[in-house]
């Protein structure tokens, strides 16, 4: 794929860590910042991941850690998708080239990764909330070194990272914050007068003269204080912008350019010598900045596959069947067409939930929220009062942000908000953060909650119709990352009978009772059974609620073995299941139940088939789960 040998990187070559950094000439960091830009090129070329983010912070990154005395200094980075070039600098250049990878370094920050990852991140916004925290442990503790968020301009528009801001603001805490705007949404910086503005209004004079003023105006008392010192910053703000920022207590810098050393370096050195309270500085920067690929389609080299560094094209596998997120796309758009009820939200993931085909054909009905998923979910109810049916399509992990509001805006009022829910089981090469384990568990236990599980890709589109035609509560349909089994599909959708299974082979001696996307792992283990003398029947439930008990029951008691199959953590459908057949008296007939579910632990990143065979998921851990439940004894005598 790749035809050019590795970059030469002779400054690099020098650093290993950010204290060699240091000895780097000030004047030599844009060749160094020039070399790192072509490392992680050259690295995420052969591994796949997230490119253009960390493309923009390149400079960002290097001054930071001239600056700062990092580990010491704390340094957050928000999501961490960003982070390549800071792990190239903090000691994991070796390993680079093993991003995302089994037993390889994750694609975001990771406390146990490395000293210089302060804070775990993969989730957006969290930056300024754990960024405060350390701050405030520091000066508990007499501390005095800095403690240093960077967060992007998408992530500044989820609450909790004002809700972080007010805090800090009220504390008066010593936090600096680094507003890494990449989209132009904030504000463009205004070349040599802004950075000028900038290194004025952190350095020792203003600071002086601002320091003096308070003072002074506290000496006329709290009243005059603060209406003297809000006139003076609203001044300030109406030449150098930041009024806001100022308004919730920071002292707001900027904007910078963020890709201009000489700009960048001497304003964090003000900061860090002479600032104190909280800070915030607007630094402007360009995804995929270096890269002319990557420049012109920021939003295609966000994340990335494998690709080739000359052309940029990227290595994806032909596909014999759609991805699951295509399906729901398309079907959504399908039923739209023929009601006019039908609304879409995302919240800041138009491309990854699909929902970006469904924009295109109905712009006045699809909306965008931002990573926003509390207002995302309760916006949707809004809608579903009045008598619209939202289809708010959020990932397993990212929905668990609003479970409150699933709770106590939706499932309560029993409002008929529809929840496609991508990206559950397994996720590969993105891990523990992006795996969507727990959603079955956390919506299957909310009364009056229908929680569906597509098992193929037209199993899929029959379920999106079936939540079109559903309007007597909250209904949910989960599936997964990646591409469905090859099915033939339906035309068009056709709603499911609420809380009822199918049976797809008929046994006598096990059955497989599936949930969702092991359905056909279920198939092939029931071959491999049935090679073996146990007659097997094979099951997909479906729903995970409504449970189907006329189904289970009826397996329990014809089966002498009852295997329970799903991609979600322990708690969700296999609970159900027990509960049921406990509560029924069904136990005491002699059926031996196994509930197979993830692995109670938080699983890192490596390729999906290697996950489901450690999880015991596959058709192999699925007949070793029978042999295992009929016992030794009769493995032996089949051998």
Same mark, same amino acid.
């Given at each position: 794929?790749?035809?050019?040998?590795?970059?030469?990187?002779? &400054?690099?070559?020098?650093?290993?860590?950010?204290?060699?950094?240091? *000895?780097?000439?000030?004047?030599?960091?844009?060749?160094?910042?020039?070399?790192?830009?072509?490392? &992680?090129?050259?690295?995420?070329? +052969?591994?796949?991941?997230?490119?253009?983010?960390?493309?923009?912070?390149?400079?960002?990154?290097?001054? $930071?850690?001239?600056?700062?005395?990092?580990?010491?200094?704390?340094?957050?980075?928000?999501?961490?998708?960003?982070?390549?070039?800071?792990?190239?600098?903090?000691?994991?250049?070796?390993?680079?080239?093993?991003?995302?990878?089994?037993?390889?370094? @994750?694609?975001?920050?990771?406390?146990?990764?490395?000293?210089?990852?302060?804070?775990?991140?993969?989730?957006?916004?969290?930056? $300024?909330?754990?960024?405060?925290?350390? !701050?405030?442990?520091?000066?508990?503790?007499?501390?005095?070194?800095?403690?240093? *968020?960077?967060?992007?301009?998408?992530?500044?528009?989820?609450?909790?990272?004002?809700?972080?801001?007010?805090?800090?603001g009220a504390l008066d805490a010593r936090l600096i914050v680094i507003l890494n705007d990449n989209d132009m949404s904030i504000a463009p910086p205004s070349g040599a007068m802004s950075a000028y503005l900038a290194r004025l209004a952190s350095g020792r004079t203003y600071q002086g003269f601002r320091d003096f003023g308070k003072k002074l105006t506290s000496y006329l008392g709290k009243a005059a204080d603060k209406a003297i010192t809000r006139a003076v910053e609203h001044a300030r703000?109406?030449? %150098?912008?930041?009024?806001?920022?100022?308004?919730?207590?920071?002292?707001?810098?900027?904007?910078?350019?963020?890709?201009?050393?000489?700009?960048?370096?001497?304003?964090?050195?003000?900061?860090?010598?002479?600032?104190? /309270?909280?800070?915030?500085?607007?630094?402007?920067?360009?995804?995929? +900045?270096?890269?002319?690929?990557?420049?012109?389609? @920021?939003?295609?080299?966000?994340?990335?596959? +494998?690709?080739?560094?000359?052309?940029?094209?990227?290595?994806?596998?032909?596909?014999?069947?759609? @991805?699951?997120?295509?399906?729901?796309?398309?079907?959504?758009?399908?039923?739209?067409?023929?009601?006019?009820?039908?609304?879409?939200?995302? !919240?800041?993931?138009?491309?990854?939930?699909?929902?970006?085909?469904?924009?295109?054909?109905?712009?006045?009905?699809?909306?965008?929220?931002? #990573?926003?998923?509390?207002?995302?979910?309760?916006?949707?109810?809004?809608?579903?009062?009045?008598?619209?049916?939202?289809?708010?399509?959020?990932?397993?992990?990212?929905?668990?942000?609003?479970?409150?509001?699933?709770?106590?805006?939706?499932?309560?009022?029993?409002?008929?908000?529809?929840?496609? #829910?991508?990206?559950?089981?397994?996720?590969?090469?993105?891990?523990?953060?992006h795996c969507g384990a727990f959603d079955v568990t956390y919506l299957a236990t909310l009364p009056g909650f229908v929680v569906m599980a597509a098992a193929d890709e037209a199993e899929l589109r029959h379920m999106v119709k079936t939540a079109v035609d559903y309007g007597e509560g909250p209904i949910a349909f989960r599936y997964p990352r990646g591409n469905g089994v090859g099915v033939e599909m339906p035309e068009r959708g056709v709603a499911l009978p609420i809380g009822k299974g199918?049976?797809?082979?008929?046994?006598?001696?096990?059955?497989?009772?599936?949930? /969702? %996307?092991?359905?056909?792992?279920?198939?092939?283990?029931?071959?491999?059974?049935?090679?073996?003398?146990?007659?097997?029947?094979?099951?997909?439930?479906?729903?995970?609620?409504?449970?189907?008990?006329?189904?289970?029951?009826?397996?329990?008691?014809?089966?002498?073995? &009852? #295997?329970?199959?799903?991609?979600?953590? $322990?708690?969700?459908?296999?609970?159900?299941?027990?509960?049921?057949?406990?509560?029924?008296?069904?136990?005491? @007939?002699?059926? +031996?139940?196994?509930?197979?579910?993830?692995?109670?632990?938080?699983?890192?990143?490596?390729?999906?088939?290697?996950?489901?065979?450690?999880?015991? &998921?596959?058709? *192999?851990?699925?007949?070793?789960?029978?042999?295992?439940?009929?016992?030794?004894?009769?493995?032996?005598?089949?051998?």
């Amino acid at each position: 794929m790749n035809t050019i040998s590795p970059p030469q990187t002779p &400054l690099l070559d020098r650093v290993r860590l950010p204290s060699d950094l240091k *000895a780097v000439p000030e004047d030599q960091l844009p060749q160094l910042a020039d070399e790192l830009r072509s490392e &992680l090129i050259d690295a995420v070329s +052969k591994t796949g991941g997230h490119l253009g983010a960390g493309l923009g912070v390149v400079e960002l990154t290097v001054a $930071i850690h001239y600056v700062f005395d990092t580990p010491r200094d704390r340094l957050i980075w928000d999501v961490g998708h960003q982070a390549y070039p800071h792990k190239i600098l903090t000691g994991r250049r070796e390993r680079i080239r093993t991003l995302r990878q089994e037993d390889g370094l @994750s694609g975001f920050t990771k406390r146990d990764e490395s000293e210089y990852d302060p804070f775990g991140a993969a989730h957006s916004s969290t930056s $300024i909330s754990a960024g405060l925290g350390m !701050a405030v442990a520091r000066d508990l503790a007499g501390g005095k070194n800095n403690v240093i *968020a960077v967060i992007g301009d998408g992530a500044m528009s989820a609450g909790m990272a004002y809700e972080a801001l007010n805090n800090a603001g009220a504390l008066d805490a010593r936090l600096i914050v680094i507003l890494n705007d990449n989209d132009m949404s904030i504000a463009p910086p205004s070349g040599a007068m802004s950075a000028y503005l900038a290194r004025l209004a952190s350095g020792r004079t203003y600071q002086g003269f601002r320091d003096f003023g308070k003072k002074l105006t506290s000496y006329l008392g709290k009243a005059a204080d603060k209406a003297i010192t809000r006139a003076v910053e609203h001044a300030r703000g109406y030449v %150098t912008g930041g009024t806001l920022f100022e308004e919730l207590g920071f002292f707001h810098i900027g904007p910078i350019d963020g890709h201009n050393l000489e700009h960048l370096v001497p304003v964090l050195r003000n900061v860090r010598d002479h600032g104190d /309270g909280p800070v915030l500085i607007h630094v402007v920067t360009q995804k995929g +900045k270096g890269y002319p690929p990557a420049e012109a389609a @920021s939003d295609k080299y966000h994340g990335v596959s +494998k690709f080739d560094v000359i052309t940029g094209a990227q290595a994806k596998p032909a596909a014999n069947a759609p @991805s699951y997120t295509k399906v729901f796309a398309e079907s959504l758009v399908q039923e739209a067409r023929e009601d006019d009820r039908i609304v879409a939200i995302t !919240a800041a993931m138009p491309s990854g939930t699909g929902l970006d085909h469904f924009g295109k054909e109905f712009p006045a009905r699809t909306f965008d929220v931002g #990573i926003a998923e509390q207002h995302a979910v309760t916006f949707a109810g809004g809608l579903a009062t009045e008598g619209y049916k939202p289809f708010a399509a959020i990932y397993s992990t990212f929905l668990q942000r609003a479970y409150d509001q699933v709770v106590h805006d939706i499932a309560i009022q029993r409002l008929p908000v529809r929840f496609p #829910i991508d990206r559950a089981g397994y996720v590969g090469a993105d891990g523990a953060t992006h795996c969507g384990a727990f959603d079955v568990t956390y919506l299957a236990t909310l009364p009056g909650f229908v929680v569906m599980a597509a098992a193929d890709e037209a199993e899929l589109r029959h379920m999106v119709k079936t939540a079109v035609d559903y309007g007597e509560g909250p209904i949910a349909f989960r599936y997964p990352r990646g591409n469905g089994v090859g099915v033939e599909m339906p035309e068009r959708g056709v709603a499911l009978p609420i809380g009822k299974g199918r049976v797809l082979r008929e046994g006598t001696k096990i059955a497989l009772l599936s949930l /969702g %996307t092991r359905l056909q792992d279920c198939l092939a283990a029931a071959e491999e059974l049935d090679a073996a003398g146990l007659s097997t029947t094979v099951a997909d439930a479906r729903f995970a609620k409504p449970l189907d008990r006329d189904l289970v029951a009826r397996l329990a008691r014809e089966h002498e073995v &009852l #295997i329970t199959v799903e991609e979600a953590a $322990i708690g969700g459908f296999g609970s159900h299941v027990l509960h049921f057949l406990a509560h029924e008296g069904l136990l005491e @007939s002699g059926v +031996k139940v196994r509930p197979l579910v993830l692995p109670d632990e938080f699983t890192d990143q490596a390729k999906p088939e290697r996950m489901y065979e450690r999880a015991g &998921l596959d058709s *192999a851990g699925i007949v070793t789960t029978v042999f295992s439940a009929l016992g030794a004894t009769e493995r032996a005598a089949r051998a």
